[in-house]
């Protein structure tokens, strides 16, 4: 007898598991859209390198603003986004983006970095707007990068 008890257990935990017959779970359809889930929509950078934030960017609150521009800032620490593409990836990657659907602007890492600089000066000025904390963004970047985590 005990040594049917583990393949008892086994067979009550799959049991278990089973769906029950004529069980349809319910839809999500139709219940109220989460704002967050969507992608945002983002801005572009004018003529003069400046950042024009999209109504979707306005409308995000304090907190988001904040949590956008720190994310953007650690981004740019990751070991792995300061690697410079050689010329010939570059070059690749700009004749190929096309064929993708992704912008031959992403080939240019210092075009990126601009962006993303004037991405993170507009959130700011939009926090100091609405009379939100800002974020020191030089003493931000000037922080060495952190190394790996040890968990």
């Given at each position: 007898?005990?040594?049917?008890?583990?393949?008892?257990?086994?067979?009550l935990?799959?049991?278990?598991?089973?769906?029950?017959p004529g069980y349809t779970p319910p839809a999500l359809e139709g219940?109220?859209?989460?704002?967050?889930?969507k992608p945002l929509e983002s801005g572009e950078v004018g003529a003069g390198g400046r950042y024009e934030m999209s109504a979707n960017e306005r409308a995000m609150d304090c907190k988001r603003l904040t949590g956008s521009i720190q994310i953007t800032i650690r981004r740019r620490e990751d070991p792995l986004g300061r690697?410079?593409?050689?010329?010939?990836?570059?070059?690749a990657q700009t004749m190929t983006s096309p064929f993708y659907g992704s912008s031959p602007k992403t080939a240019d890492r210092q075009t990126v970095?601009?962006?993303e600089r004037a991405k993170i000066e507009a959130y700011n000025d939009e926090l100091s707007?609405?009379?939100c904390k800002t974020v020191?963004?030089?003493?931000?970047?000037?922080k060495p990068p952190?190394?790996?985590?040890k968990y």
């Open positions: 007898m005990l040594r049917r008890l583990p393949a008892v257990a086994a067979l935990f799959l049991a278990s598991c089973a769906a029950v219940k109220h859209e989460n704002k967050l889930a690697q410079e593409a050689s010329a010939t990836s570059a070059t970095y601009g962006r707007a609405r009379g020191d963004i030089e003493a931000e970047l000037a952190e190394g790996p985590k």
